[in-house]
C-alpha cells in the first residue's frame, strides 16, 4: 500500500541520514566537543639517543567521542583548520599542556619539556604570542618547558610575519621545532632564518631509511645540516630498533616512535615514566 511505502522511503531515508552523519564531522560537532570537554591529551615520549633518558614529550590530541569513540586528528584537525576552529582548540591544547606540566611538578615529579603542535592558521594570527603568553601567565608554566611544533609547510606562507611571531616566541623562553621536516616546500637555505631549536624528520624518511638508500641518505644529510645550523635532531616514527641503529650511526639526538612508546594518557605516562 501506498502509506507503507511512503513510510518505508522515510525510514529509507533517515537511515541514509543516519549513515551520513556517522563518517562527517562537522564544525558544530567541534565546538560541542569543546564545550563538552570531550577531548584529551595523549603523550608520547621523546628519548635521547645515548642515554636512553626521556627528554620531553609531545601532545597529541585525542577527540574522545561519546558515539564514535576516539576521533583521530588527521580527521578533525583539517576540518578545524578550515572552519577557523582551531584557534579555539589550540588554545585549550596549550592550556591543557601547561596545566598538566604543572600538575605533575606539583606531585612532585621531575620536570619535562612539553611540545604542542601549533597549526598554520593559529601561528598566522597577530595576537598569538599575546595569546600563549597569557596562558603562561594563567597557569604558572615556566616557558622553558614548552616547545612549539610548526610545520615546515606552515612557516613557508608569509615567511616573514612568521619568522616575527617566532622570534617573540623564542624571546618568551619557548622553544621551537619544524615539524616534518622534508615533506615541505622550504628549501635548506631557509633553515638558518628560522630561530629554532630542534628539527624534526619527517617519518616517511625515518621509515623508508632501512629500505631505500636515498631516503638513507636523506635522513644522513639533514641531521648533518641540522648540526650544522646548531639545531637538535628528532627522528619519528622510529618502529624498531634496527632504524634506531641507523640513527644512532648518523648522530641523531633524539627519536620518538612505537619502537619506545605510543602516544598514551597523562596516567600512562606517570605510571610509565614516574613511578620510583
Ligand atoms: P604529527 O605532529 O606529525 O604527529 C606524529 C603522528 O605520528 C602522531 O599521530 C603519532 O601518534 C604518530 N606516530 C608516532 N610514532 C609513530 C610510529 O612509530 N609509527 C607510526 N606509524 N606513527 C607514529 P596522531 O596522534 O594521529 O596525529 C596526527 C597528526 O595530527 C599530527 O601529526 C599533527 O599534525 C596533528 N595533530 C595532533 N595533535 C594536534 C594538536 O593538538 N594540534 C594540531 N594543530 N595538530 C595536531
Ligand atoms: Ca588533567
Ligand atoms: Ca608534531
Ligand atoms: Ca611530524
Known amino acids: 500500500c501506498k502509506i507503507n511505502g511512503r513510510n518505508h522511503m522515510l525510514m529509507y531515508s533517515l537511515t541514509m541520514e543516519e549513515a551520513y552523519n556517522e563518517n562527517v564531522i562537522l564544525d558544530a560537532d567541534i565546538r560541542k566537543a569543546l564545550h563538552n570537554d570531550e577531548f584529551e591529551l595523549y603523550y608520547q615520549p621523546q628519548i635521547n639517543v645515548t642515554t636512553g633518558e626521556v627528554i620531553g614529550l609531545e601532545a597529541l ?8 569513540g576516539p576521533v583521530s586528528p588527521a ?28 600538575e605533575w611538578i606539583e606531585k612532585g615529579h621531575k620536570p619535562m619539556r612539553i611540545a604542542v603542535n601549533v597549526s598554520a592558521v593559529e601561528l598566522q594570527r597577530t595576537d598569538f604570542a599575546a595569546k600563549v603568553q597569557g596562558i603562561l601567565t594563567e597557569t604558572h608554566m615556566d616557558p622553558h618547558f614548552l616547545e612549539i611544533e610548526i610545520t615546515e609547510n606552515s612557516v613557508m606562507q608569509n615567511t616573514e610575519d612568521c619568522i616575527l611571531t617566532m622570534n617573540c616566541l623564542r624571546r618568551m623562553g619557548i622553544s621551537l621545532s619544524i615539524d616534518d621536516f622534508g615533506t615541505g616546500y622550504s ?13 624534526k624528520i619527517d617519518q616517511s624518511f625515518v621509515r623508508s631509511a632501512l629500505k631505500e638508500q636515498s631516503s638513507a641518505a636523506i635522513v644522513r644529510a639533514m641531521i648533518q645540516l641540522a648540526h650544522n645550523f646548531g639545531l637538535r635532531v628528532v627522528a619519528e ?22 619502537y619506545f ?5 597523562a596516567m600512562e605516562i606517570e605510571k610509565n615514566y614516574f613511578s620510583i
Open 261 to 265: 612508546s605510543k602516544p598514551v594518557n
Open 237 to 258: 616514527g622510529v618502529e624498531d630498533e634496527h632504524v634506531l641503529s641507523l640513527l644512532k650511526n648518523e648522530q641523531c639526538d633524539y627519536y620518538q616512535g612505537y
Open 75 to 102: 580527521k578533525f584537525i583539517p576540518l578545524a583548520e578550515e572552519s577557523g576552529v582551531i584557534t579555539q582548540i589550540g588554545e585549550w591544547v596549550i592550556r591543557e599542556a601547561c596545566h598538566q606540566h604543572k
Open 61 to 68: 590530541i585525542r577527540w574522545m567521542h561519546p558515539k564514535k
Open 187 to 199: 628549501s635548506f637555505g631557509y633553515l638558518k632564518q628560522f630561530p629554532i631549536n630542534y628539527l
